[in-house]
């Protein structure tokens, strides 16, 4: 069974949201079960991912809020 997911995070600049897709883009997040892609837009980041079962989708969403997680987390100490 076909699965996916759109992600949609603001951030306060697209300076941000593009330091963020950086982050993602680092990460190999393609594999065979599933595939990612990321764009930036005004200040928002989408993540749009596709998997071929429940498992692999829940598995790149979990990779991409922890990425995420680890980015704003530096954000707000650097601040």
């Known amino acids: 069974m076909e ?3 759109n992600i949609q995070l603001n951030f ?3 300076k941000e949201a593009k330091m963020a897709l950086t982050i993602l883009q680092n ?12 764009k930036t837009k005004d200040g928002k980041l989408t993540v749009d991912i596709s998997a071929k079962d429940f498992t692999a ?3 790149m969403v979990t990779s991409t809020f922890r990425d995420m997680r680890v980015f ?3 954000q707000s100490i650097s601040k």
């Not at 990460?27 to 990321?38: A, D, E, G, M």
């Open 3 to 5: 699965c996916s997911c």
């Open 12 to 14: 306060k600049s697209e």
């Open 27 to 38: 990460q190999t997040l393609n594999n065979k079960r599933s595939t990612v892609i990321r």
């Open 57 to 59: 989708l829940r598995a």
């Open 72 to 74: 704003i987390d530096a």
